[in-house]
């Protein structure tokens, strides 16, 4: 996109000139319009921005927290050291989301707001905007929400901090409302959307898809809601079919928003020189995650993991070998650690999964076993869960195609204990969504957050902010106690300090 900047000493004349000569105005206001731009929203390439940028936010540090990855920097591995040092990077999230998918995604809603032929494109930006949102509240708690964004149409720049519960209420009002407003006799974003080129029948399942995401989240702070909410997206009709998961599809050449942001971040801060040794930021896999696929003869462990034998990446599960988050330098043996597989993970190409059958089917199955879900049966739910995470690896091309046989043996093998507790029968399910949803380590540290599950040991590392344990939320940015004095301090009356170890709303022991 061109710039369009006139010279100060251009600026200057002009400005001297008028000076002398008052009728010098006359076409000023056009020759200051830059011609590039556009006086109004398109609502098309508006939305599209906001879908890259809200996916393109991965906080991918949370790779390292949920223990998939780890590195011998105390830099580069915060995530999975929690370095006291390091403590900025929790910023990340706070300070690019509301410039960018908050900012754009509002500017959609209130392009179409008032047109009711365009009710579709308004229910798919409401839906977005909630995704966006919900990402936001979950990592910090407490934040702008109501007054979010109004600094240009309603010169709100100090903007109050809305409670995490009032947030939920209103974002599930929101999920409720949109998803019953789409019409499939309505125009709709057509390719300008990212996730489904406008298909409403499947922006219907995305929006209650959420709705039970969001519900489930909410089962120990306010039980009763939450089986209410899971309920009406449940029987409104979620995403069950691999052919209606939420991704975004990307190419390996062009612009870097054109590219997958995880394999491009992962590339290009450890992974791009392909050698095993030369890793920038000292970056391998994790040896909790390596050593529990190897341990459960998981099929996904060639696909997802290599090692650099002799200069070449071997998937041979043999030597698949996951490094220690403990470690504070280079190890004599660093070649020899696992490190994420180029033909799969780090494809540039590679779609980037949002919301999928795999998280549903573990929702569902939890649902069921709180007597909320009683067609089917949280086993079969879990299996189908275990199976849709396998069989989505084929998004990554040939290399991700695990054969049938091998699915189900894994299935087979690793079967719900339906003779366990509740709580027994949630371990299995959730270290299940652990390895299932890699590498969507956002969600993952939400649902470890709310059941403990996987059961992950914290790494008690040197200088770090949280006292030996996996940090319970995101800080916020140390401008909010300069530009938003007030409303942060009212935040922190009601959430607590402004620490790592914080509980937030839903988070509760």
């Excluded at 939450?226 to 991704?247: C, F, P």
């Excluded at 573990?362 to 396998?390: C, H, P, Q, V």
């Excluded at 380590?441 to 344990?469: H, K, M, W």
């Amino acid at each position: 996109m061109k710039k369009y900047n006139h010279p100060l000493s251009f600026g200057s004349l002009l400005l001297a000139a008028c000076l002398v000569c008052s009728s010098c105005d006359k076409g000023f206001e056009e020759m200051n319009t830059n011609p590039d731009a556009s006086p109004a929203v398109t609502p098309g390439y508006m939305f599209t921005k906001a879908q890259y940028d809200g996916a393109s936010d991965l906080l991918v540090l949370l790779m390292g927290t949920m223990q998939y990855t780890t590195s011998y920097n105390d830099v580069a591995g915060f995530g999975s050291k929690y370095v006291t040092s390091q403590n900025t990077q929790a910023y990340g999230l706070f300070t690019t989301a509301y410039p960018k998918e908050i900012n754009e995604i509002g500017e959609v809603i209130r392009a179409v707001e008032e047109d009711p032929a365009k009710v579709n494109l308004l229910s798919a930006a409401r839906v977005w905007r909630v995704y966006c949102f919900s990402r936001l509240t979950d990592m910090y708690g407490d934040i702008p929400y109501s007054e979010a964004a109004l600094g240009y149409v309603s010169s709100v720049y100090k903007p109050k901090y809305d409670s995490q519960e009032s947030i939920y209420a209103d974002m599930l009002k929101e999920l409720d409302e949109a998803g019953a407003s789409f019409d499939a006799t309505k125009p709709n974003f057509g390719n300008a959307d990212l996730l489904y080129n406008g298909d409403v029948t499947k922006w219907k399942k995305f929006t209650y898809s959420l709705m039970l995401r969001l519900a489930m989240r909410m089962t120990k702070v306010s039980a009763a809601n939450a089986e209410l909410w899971a309920k009406k997206a449940i029987a409104a009709g979620v995403i069950r079919d691999d052919a209606d998961i939420a991704d975004i599809n990307y190419l390996n050449t062009g612009q870097v928003i054109n590219q997958n942001p995880l394999s491009y971040n992962l590339l290009n801060s450890d992974y791009i020189r392909a050698d095993g040794v030369s890793n920038t930021e000292g970056g391998k896999y994790q040896e909790s995650f390596i050593t529990f696929l190897k341990t459960n003869n998981d099929p996904r462990l060639p696909v997802l993991s290599i090692v650099y034998v002799n200069g070449a990446p071997d998937t041979t599960v043999a030597v698949q070998k996951g490094m220690p988050a403990t470690f504070s330098a280079k190890p004599a043996d660093f070649v020899t650690y696992s490190e994420p597989n180029p033909k799969t993970i780090l494809r540039l190409d590679a779609p980037l999964a949002i919301l999928t059958n795999v998280e549903t089917s573990f929702l569902l199955a939890e649902a069921a076993l709180k007597g909320w879900y009683a067609t089917e049966t949280a086993s079969d739910l879990y299996n189908n869960g275990i199976r849709a995470a396998m069989r989505q690896l084929a998004l990554f091309g040939a290399g991700g195609v695990i054969p049938n046989a091998k699915i189900e043996k894994y299935v087979s093998d690793h079967a719900l204990n339906t003779a366990g507790t509740e709580d027994e029968q949630l371990e299995q399910i959730y270290t299940q969504f652990w390895v299932g949803v890699f590498p969507n380590a956002v969600e993952v540290f939400s649902t470890y957050r709310r059941t403990g599950y996987p059961a992950l040991i914290p790494n008690n590392y040197a200088g770090n902010a949280t006292g030996g344990q996996i940090f319970r939320r995101m800080i916020y940015p140390n401008t909010e106690q300069n530009l938003n004095a007030q409303n942060y301090s009212d935040a922190l009356s009601r959430q607590g300090k402004d620490d790592f170890m914080t509980r937030m709303w839903w988070d509760t022991e």
